[in-house]
């Protein structure tokens, strides 16, 4: 394998050429498609050979000004074709042709299920033509399409539809045009035998949009949903930002092979078919949901991507954390706001917060990488978010959309840096946001310790506050951190906020930006209590001196919804951590009563809010009680875990049943997917967990029964969930039905796969390694590979079995699926990151098996940088 070459932010330059329109001719075949790119370009940077990026592609004559150039005029070299003597201006003719049939990394031209699809961000367009492979250079596009008319009805390509018609010998053509510059990765094809639903929109300017989703023809009947989630995107974004459509057509393809969830490329979004299709026979709540955001997530780049790009790959964060914010926003407004907000720090936590913790902690933006591929992370998407975030709660709504929209009048149709953006917040604004920076130069997650000193002559409450970054140490910049705040009394009574003389109401926003703070709270009366980070105002972890009975009183009584449950989840993790440490004496757990006295309290409220209480009564999940221990006791945690699931199951039979009848009676209707009925199936499921959980025939005969006749994914599934960790005949029985029944459907068979790779169950290695040699799964699609392999790696018991097992059998298909698409090999190489947090015998074996993919002459770039650092950094 060849040196891996380091890309550097600090050696950042701009093209040597520019790139101002691109002609692009596709003529089509599976095995030998042959492109021809006809490129205006200009020179920026004098003394300086051209050099175009290029990848698994063979080029078969280069002409410049319409002059054929012999083969000593031009090489390949490292990836690259490089011209040594071109003009200032030049017209460069390109033919080369590609293997999109063999194409299993699914990067550049590719085929699913028989249709011709890209994916070009971030480096797959060099897979198609040679080119200025990178985000600043931006031109316009005209592309011409020729295929088989039979075989390939459908021709796509970004832009308008200018001309199509019928060519000799069963071809047909189509030829597209887009008028807004943009860079190579935006750029989309798609070509196959498709079927359309059709919709329209009428943008606030008056301008008519006609709207398709494409898709396979027995699919046809599952896209109604997505279709008004984008009419339901476009409409907000007007209300909210002011941003309409600005073209005349807006198309969506769904495919079964995609690398990510779905791409944004201008005008034509292709989608992962897991993101688009749902009935309620096929797809649960949670598919719904994710189905609105992520259509709105890529409509909203139309925006925040397209008209405005990233400079380089660098500002990836300046996209994505931008447009993950907005998709946040908006199904937060679609649905419910403080469970979309619960859900998304319990994702952050569950997910970023151990990656900020690892090997492969780093910036929101990046400062080098190998592959870029690497770096579409949950620190750039989520945590890039959170930062975006703290912007509007400094700014507050009015003024992060002042801050919006000098940015797009700054900036439309540039490609643009991070700085960019926050200056244009800045100026907006007429506030100083250069300490900002520090939340974009700095891996790791904030520490914010708060400890109180209480006057009662005074009746002051003084809030020391620190800040720490261990992941930088002591030479860390100190980060501007919101901390949303309210005061309780000892009833859980709000209070108002008195500091310095100044009422300031009962909330208030504390900006800390120093290392060491002191916040004098006044007219305190003895045994308030202060709430601290409502509405997860920063994604820190919050250290504070709060006691059982404090976090039991803002369980109860606090306004704010997100600190409500957090209040609960905090003495869930206290519980089951002093639990973990008395099975590792050796001794039973006891359980705190304040928190079973909370759980009971909850229960007794929960028809109130059922949404709310279906997540307030969920426990932390093994990773994220992990994260509280310096080792991983993976035993340890795995047992606390499911006694506490007994304990409550047991001790609260009774209300779990009575919730299970009246919400059963409740739901007694046709499914439909709203915020009401959406909380009351999550707690209704919540309720079946439990009691399957007593252990009780009836319950698991229940589980069964409500499996066997749910009219809808959500309950069947649930139901099915329920049972996947139990012995039982009840299990296979369910497992085996659930299989013959959705036998044709692939994202369906998605979720059976997944289900038992995630399962409890004592035998679930052996049941994931029998299903490797299961006729439905296969190594090249990115779905099936993650539902079974990729969940398995996130099995904390299964995956970490003490002999070691487990890393054995992830290390032998990580590089089955390495040979094939290396994207998704890096990821699934992720559990393996986190070795150090283990315990001496899976540390050993967990780096043998790092060391050994390491040692694999063949490696992926992308594999090799994950393995490389996961064994070097700490």
């Not at 309409?244 to 944004?264: H, K, Q, R, T």
């Not at 907005?326 to 319990?346: C, G, N, W, Y």
């Not at 974009?440 to 009746?459: E, L, N, W």
Request: proline share 5%; with cysteine; hydrophobic share 40%.
């Amino acid at each position: 394998m060849r040196a891996p070459v380091e890309h550097r932010l600090e050696d950042y330059q701009s093209p040597a050429f520019a790139i101002d329109d691109v002609h692009l001719l596709f003529q089509l075949d599976p095995v030998a498609t042959r492109v021809t790119s006809t490129l205006a370009m200009r020179r920026q940077r004098a003394e300086e050979p051209l050099q175009l990026n290029l990848e698994n592609l063979v080029v078969e004559s280069v002409a410049l000004d319409g002059i054929e150039l012999g083969e000593s005029a031009w090489r390949i070299e490292d990836g690259r074709l490089i011209i040594e003597d071109v003009p200032e201006r030049f017209t460069l003719r390109i033919r080369n042709r590609i293997n999109p049939k063999e194409n299993t990394a699914l990067e550049g031209l590719y085929l699913s299920s028989g249709n011709f699809c890209t994916q070009c961000e971030a480096e797959g367009f060099r897979r198609i033509t040679p080119f200025l492979d990178r985000p600043d250079v931006l031109a316009t596009y005209t592309v011409r399409i020729e295929a088989d008319k039979s075989a390939y009805p459908v021709l796509l390509s970004n832009g308008n539809l200018i001309e199509q018609g019928d060519l000799p010998d069963g071809q047909h053509y189509a030829l597209w045009h887009d008028p807004w510059k943009k860079p190579c990765y935006l750029f989309a094809l798609v070509a196959g035998d498709l079927q359309f639903i059709e919709d329209h929109y009428t943008t606030a300017g008056e301008r008519d949009v006609t709207l398709r989703i494409y898709v396979e023809p027995h699919n046809i009947d599952r896209c109604e949903f997505a279709m008004q989630a984008l009419k339901r995107a476009m409409r907000w974004d007007e209300e909210r930002f002011g941003l309409s459509y600005d073209l005349d057509v807006f198309n969506i393809v769904a495919v079964d092979d995609f690398n990510m969830g779905a791409m944004e490329n201008k005008s034509l979004n292709i989608f992962n078919s897991k993101y688009i299709l749902a009935r309620p026979e096929t797809a649960t709540d949670t598919d719904y949901e994710g189905i609105e955001s992520v259509v709105a997530h890529e409509y909203f780049h139309n925006w925040t991507g397209n008209r405005v790009t990233c400079r380089d790959w660098f500002q990836l964060t300046l996209k994505e954390g931008l447009t993950v914010f907005r998709d946040q926003e908006f199904t937060a407004d679609m649905l419910l706001p403080s469970i979309k907000r619960i859900q998304d720090v319990i994702h952050l936590r569950r997910y970023q917060f151990p990656e900020d913790a690892g090997p492969m902690a780093h910036p929101i933006q990046p400062k080098s990488y190998i592959k870029m591929d690497n770096f579409y992370t949950m620190t750039v998407y989520e945590k890039g978010a959170e930062v975006v975030r703290i912007y509007q709660t400094l700014l507050g709504r009015e003024g992060f959309r002042k801050g919006m929209d000098l940015y797009f009048q700054r900036h439309d149709g540039q490609a643009v840096t991070v700085d960019d953006f926050r200056q244009a917040m800045a100026d907006a604004n007429g506030v100083d946001l250069s300490s900002m920076r520090a939340w974009y130069d700095q891996p790791g997650t904030p520490h914010v310790k708060v400890r109180r000193h209480y006057d009662a002559d005074s009746q002051r409450l003084t809030l020391d506050l620190t800040q720490s970054l261990p992941k930088v140490g002591e030479g860390f910049t100190p980060l501007p951190i919101p901390i949303r705040l309210g005061l309780l009394d000892a009833s859980g009574n709000p209070l108002p906020l008195v500091v310095g003389g100044e009422e300031l109401g009962m909330e208030y926003v504390h900006l800390f930006d120093t290392r060491h703070q002191q916040l004098v709270l006044e007219q305190v009366p003895e045994g308030a209590v202060p709430a601290l980070l409502r509405d997860f105002s920063a994604p820190v972890i919050l250290e504070t001196d709060l006691d059982d009975a404090e976090w039991a009183l803002l369980a109860a009584h606090d306004p704010d919804d997100f600190l409500r449950w957090d209040a609960l989840n905090t003495l869930a993790l206290k519980a089951l951590m002093e639990a973990v440490t008395a099975i590792e004496r050796g001794e039973a757990p006891a359980w705190p009563q304040t928190y079973l006295d909370a759980v009971g309290v909850r229960l007794q409220a929960a028809l109130e809010d059922p949404a709310w209480h279906a997540l307030a009564l969920t426990l932390p999940d093994e990773v994220t009680l992990g994260e509280q221990f310096e080792t991983i006791a993976v035993e340890a945690i795995h047992q606390a875990r499911k006694a506490l699931q007994s304990e409550l199951a047991q001790r609260f039979e009774v209300q779990w049943a009575s919730i299970y009848d009246t919400l059963s009676a409740e739901l007694d209707q046709p499914y439909t997917f709203n915020a009401e009925q959406y909380g009351k199936r999550s707690l209704r499921t919540l309720a079946l967990h439990y009691l399957v959980q007593t252990g009780k025939a009836k319950w698991i005969e229940q589980a069964l029964y409500h499996y066997q006749h749910a009219n809808n994914m959500t309950d069947r599934f649930g139901a099915l969930r329920a049972l996947t960790g139990v012995e039982h005949a009840a299990r296979k029985t369910a497992l085996d039905d659930f299989y013959y029944r959705f036998r044709n459907d692939p994202l369906v068979i998605d979720k059976w796969f997944a289900l038992q790779a995630g399962s409890d169950h004592p035998h679930t290695l052996e049941h994931v390694r029998m299903l490797t040699r299961h006729p439905d799964f296969t190594y090249t699609n990115p779905n099936r590979v993650r539902s079974l392999l990729g969940v398995f790696g996130q099995n904390r018991a299964a995956f970490h079995r003490a002999d070691g097992s487990g890393y054995v059998f992830l290390a032998d298909e990580i590089l089955k699926v390495d040979k094939l698409n290396p994207q998704i090999a890096a990821r699934l190489l992720s559990p393996f990151t986190q070795w150090r947090r283990f315990d001496t015998a899976r540390q050993a074996l967990m780096k043998a098996q790092l060391e050994r993919i390491l040692q694999v002459p063949s490696l992926s770039s992308n594999s090799y940088e994950i393995v490389e650092k996961s064994l070097t950094l700490s």
